[in-house]
């Protein structure tokens, strides 16, 4: 090893510590914080993401990356570590570019505004939330124009997420998925559906935790290597291979709403959980590119956890930890958690309309960065397009504009992420059956672990070393393409509602 190499991997390691302070704050501030400790728990992150915003931005970083990327050193590295000499150096480059104080400012604004958002969000009150949502859009304008000057701002977003995707690509492939869907959810809504009387009840949340713990197992997520908790908003952090960290939250009147959450979470953590260990600490030892790592989640979620075969197994288990379901059968629960329905909520809703509302977050993003629509006019723009894909409009913000964190942190261009991950899955299925036969018998046998071997050698080993499109020319042979997704609908709902 070089001493060029070993210096800086020593450096890799004093940052990866301010990192996961960070992360261990955040975290806090999400799960347990009290509303009076919160601003104190933003000062310390404020503190140490500056301090490490330096650290990444810092001289000596970049005359190491610089002499690591001389052809003579670089040549000599292996893959993981000509990726991150190749991705350190290129986000050091646009990094520089953002001042300090700018900086330190954006950290603390991104705190005052997600607990802006958690409070109007109980109140149902966009006006509480709305001064912080204009200041994020405004902030984050600013920030594009530092790392990238010239460029089209939204354009910079999206690829921030998914790598080699602008929205060009995406609203190529989008329109190809609404030709298919939305005269496929017309025709399923105009069949008889089930009767979703029999689930109404309370439904204990410890209970709930309970079959979160046994589908966890059942999937393969590693207790040794993971821990659960609860918050607002369901999500996941991956502190490393050996730490990732779940959370959900328990309606005691909706247990489906849970026990897909666990699910879903679940799928972000085994792919933590499987990244190969040689690129522990580097960039690539988790996956940036978040079509590919919601394409995990959602997998879980809906080609495995809404096939019926899925529950053979384990639905006996499940309505012993969850009464209510005593009295509901597999079949009645099958038809249940495929009832494709207009809903207000975005996570509670089915896989074939799922897909509008991200098409809907999508295109008030271009409303707010290329149309410039201001930030007042937001909730009812919000409810126009609820009521155009999906007939139905919000009877207040809390269940309309406020329903996801998202923007509160600055997240825009995430949404899109969701649905390019639910258009991989119908290319992963395919490729799936292809290697492993079919995919319900593999589930009626209880197999779930061996779809997990699957993609963890498939994908997950990876990690971020490859592009999305990499990723799936790879995997599956070909170009990307929402028909595979739209033929798993077509057949699945054909059947299901008798089309």
């Known amino acids: 090893m070089s001493q060029t190499l070993e210096a800086f991997r020593e450096y890799l390691k004093k940052l990866n510590r301010y990192n996961r302070i960070n992360s261990l704050l955040s975290w806090d501030m999400y799960t347990a914080t009290p509303r009076l400790g919160y601003q104190s728990m ?14 990444s931005t810092s001289d000596e970083l970049q005359k190491l990356l610089e002499a690591l990327a001389a052809p003579e050193e670089y040549e000599q590295l292996d893959e993981a570590m000509q990726f991150t000499v190749r991705t350190m150096k290129r986000e050091l480059d646009e990094s520089r570019r953002i001042p300090r104080d700018f900086y330190e400012a954006f950290v603390t604004a991104r705190s005052a505004s997600m607990q802006a958002w958690q409070e109007a969000k109980k109140a149902s009150d966009f006006s509480l939330f709305a001064p912080h949502l204009e200041n994020m ?8 124009g530092y790392t990238h000057p010239g460029k089209e701002v939204y354009d910079v977003l999206l690829n921030q997420y ?30 008889p559906q089930p009767d979703s ?79 190969n260990p040689a690129l522990e600490g580097t960039p690539a030892d988790d996956c940036r590119y978040m079509g590919i790592h919601e394409s995990q989640s959602r997998f879980y979620e809906n080609i495995l956890g809404r096939n019926r075969n899925f529950w053979i197994p384990i639905y006996g288990r499940v309505q012993e930890l969850l009464p209510g379901l ?16 207009n809903s207000l909520i975005r996570t509670d809703a089915d896989e074939v309309t799922y897909g509008l509302h991200i098409i809907i977050r999508y295109e008030i993003e271009q409303a707010i960065f290329r149309d410039h629509v201001p930030v007042k006019e937001l909730p009812a723009l919000w409810n126009r397009k609820m009521k155009d894909y999906l007939q139905i409009t919000p009877p207040d913000d809390a269940r309309g504009i406020l329903q996801d964190m998202h923007w509160s942190d600055g997240s825009f261009g995430y949404f899109p992420s969701y649905l390019l991950g639910n258009i991989y899955d119908g290319m992963f299925l395919e490729a799936i059956t292809r290697d492993l036969g079919s995919l319900d018998s593999l589930l009626a046998q209880g197999e779930v672990k061996t779809v997990t071997r699957w993609l963890g050698s498939h994908i997950h080993w990876y990690g971020g070393l490859r592009l999305p499109a990499e990723v799936i020319r790879q995997v599956c042979g070909r170009e990307l393409s929402a028909a595979p997704l739209l033929n798993y609908f077509k057949e699945k709902y054909t059947e299901l509602y008798h089309l």
């Open 42 to 55: 933003a000062d310390a992150l404020t503190w140490f993401s500056s301090e490490a915003f330096a650290l």
């Open 137 to 144: 859009i405004e902030m984050t304008k600013e920030q594009c």
């Open 162 to 191: 998914e790598e080699g995707m602008d929205s060009a690509a995406i609203d190529r492939i989008f329109e190809e998925l609404k030709e298919g869907l939305i005269p496929l959810v017309q025709k399923i809504l105009a069949a």
């Open 197 to 275: 009387e029999k689930f109404r009840g309370y439904y204990d949340p410890d209970d709930q935790k309970k079959v979160q713990d046994l589908l966890l197992d059942y999937m393969g997520f590693n207790p040794d290597a993971g821990v659960t908790s609860q918050s607002e908003h369901p999500f996941t952090m991956a502190f490393s291979r050996n730490d990732v960290r779940l959370t959900n939250n328990y309606d005691p009147e909706n247990p489906i709403s849970a026990i897909f959450s666990a699910i879903h979470e679940g799928g972000h953590g085994i792919f933590g959980q499987n990244v």
């Open 326 to 341: 005593q009295h509901i059968s597999l079949d009645e629960f099958y038809r249940e958690i495929n009832h494709v329905q």
